[in-house]
């Protein structure tokens, strides 16, 4: 333990004697003491530090509203975290019937597909579902008609005049 026992920890009387005697001998000579104002600045920074937690606590001990969305409601707060008031309720739509069968025959082998397929007529299958056969051709017909107006074809080439070969043969392009 030594002589001085725990007077030169961190904390204990030692530090603080040495420390003024330090700052004491330093204006005698003339220049500013060190000690004495490093220890202010700490507690002021340690007084901030605790004001600010205090202001964070009060803060959060306040509960804030939350919606959860489809009629949920409840309230947050950093100290009792989430209180459900209300439960939000969920809605699953209904898919059509139409919708349903296809999904039902999308699970089908390839070959039970192409034979339920056959027993729907007016129904065609395409990636997003099933059509009706007007909806079909009505797509085909638009995009028929989109590729129409996207091709523009080439200018036709100029007719040159027969030619005449050896042999009496006519040459025409």
């Not at 009792?80 to 039902?104: C, I, K, M, S, Y």
């Not at 007007?134 to 074809?153: D, L, P, S």
């Amino acid at each position: 333990m030594g002589m001085f026992g725990n007077a030169f920890k961190p904390g204990g009387a030692g530090r603080n004697v040495a420390g003024y005697i330090g700052d004491a001998l330093a204006q005698i000579g003339g220049m500013k003491g060190v000690y004495g104002p490093a220890v202010a600045a700490q507690r002021e920074f340690q007084e901030r530090a605790e004001l600010a937690r205090q202001q964070r606590d009060a803060e959060s001990s306040h509960p804030q509203a939350i919606n959860l969305g489809s009629g949920g409601f409840g309230t947050w707060s950093a100290r009792d975290g989430l209180n459900v008031l209300r439960e939000p309720v969920h809605q699953t739509p209904e898919a059509p019937a139409l919708q349903q069968n296809f999904a039902w025959l999308k699970g089908l082998p390839p070959e039970d597909q192409k034979l339920a397929a056959t027993m729907l007529p007016g129904y065609a299958f395409t990636p997003s579902g099933v059509a009706t056969a007007e909806q079909r051709a009505a797509a085909v017909a638009e995009a028929a008609a989109r590729a129409r107006a996207m091709y523009r074809a080439p200018p036709a080439a100029p007719r040159s005049k027969p030619m005449s070969l050896p042999g009496g043969f006519i040459l025409d392009n």
